[in-house]
């Protein structure tokens, strides 16, 4: 496995983006990290914070919205040298409106979870920006976590028609589960993953959930009661019951996808059966569709014509 110096972290500002490019400073090697971030402003102050939290001034800010294929395009344009691995961490429940159509023809919470993400792991490879591991910040929810009220992805019969309805929200009814929405989104994103392991064997392809975590700004766009409870009253008691853990923990999980070479391409890997928190197995063992070598391929089909017709 390649030895890993650099890496851009998407969502970097805050949460676990943030938290991993803390705990990255410290890994011996690593010379530059990327500071993956929406806001100027945000962006800065998290470079400043990450600088003097670690004494390092390793730091570079890169601004870039995953929710606009554009704004990500234009970010890969202004890297002049290649990036190691890329954590694409940067995703959530999708804003305000997440249902909303964007340019690209995508929901807002696809685009910013799946769609983005596409565009710059594919921008990369084109460009031979990238040189080894491409690591996407996948959920406990795309294969359901029943004590917490969370469902597992249904798929009908995973085609390119039915990974298409996902993208663009039509398979959704206007009173579907906001978690249900973003668990079958966050599958279809495992499932491309897995697709371009085998398109592009020269790198490491790894989906790993960082967990059902505290201190994030996941759910802050949760209708008001899924908001409260998974927010505020779920982290206080969740953590009692091993359903949440800490950022650090969650952070650790990326830094362990990364270096670790047991962790193979291609593969998902989150939490045993039953729970959002601790060790975690690769999902293939729990749930066999995973390995659907067609499911795979047809969400990258889905995906890329929606990211291609741009380009």
């Not at 070479?261 to 045993?272: D, H, L, V």
Request: glycine share 10%.
């Amino acid at each position: 496995m390649k030895t890993i110096k650099t890496v851009l972290i998407t969502g970097a500002n805050a949460g676990i983006g943030f938290e991993s490019a803390r705990q990255l400073a410290f890994e011996e090697g690593i010379s530059k990290i990327y500071l993956g971030c929406r806001s100027q402003h945000k962006a800065q102050l998290a470079k400043q914070q990450l600088v003097e939290a670690t004494g390092k001034d390793i730091f570079e800010v890169l601004i870039i919205d995953v929710a606009d294929a554009q704004s990500v395009r234009e970010a890969v344009q202004r890297l002049s040298t290649p990036i190691d691995a890329v954590v694409l961490n940067a995703g959530g429940t999708g804003g305000q409106t997440p249902n909303q159509l964007t340019a690209d023809g995508v929901t807002t919470i696809f685009a910013a979870n799946v769609l983005g993400h596409s565009v710059l792991v594919d921008e990369l490879i084109k460009r031979q920006l990238v040189t080894s591991t491409i690591l996407y910040a996948g959920s406990e929810t795309a294969r359901g976590v029943p004590k917490m009220g969370v469902a597992k992805a249904q798929l009908k019969d995973a085609s390119v028609e039915e990974f298409t309805a996902i993208a663009n929200g039509r398979k959704f009814g206007a009173k579907a589960d906001p978690l249900d929405i973003y668990g079958t989104i966050k599958l279809t994103g495992t499932l491309w993953m897995s697709s371009m392991a085998r398109q592009h064997p020269h790198l490491r392809f790894i989906t790993m959930s960082p967990g059902g975590t505290t201190g994030t700004n996941g759910m802050d766009d949760l209708p008001f009661m899924k908001k409260l409870f998974f927010k505020y009253i779920g982290e206080l008691i969740m953590p009692m019951l091993g359903m949440m853990h800490s950022v650090d923990k969650a952070a650790k999980r990326y830094l362990d996808g990364l270096f670790d070479p047991r962790f193979e391409t291609g593969q998902f890997y989150a939490s045993q059966a039953g729970s959002p928190t601790g060790p975690v197995v690769n999902q293939l063992s729990l749930e066999s569709s995973l390995g659907d070598v067609s499911a795979q391929d047809n969400a990258r089909y889905a995906i890329e014509q929606f990211s291609h017709d741009r380009l």
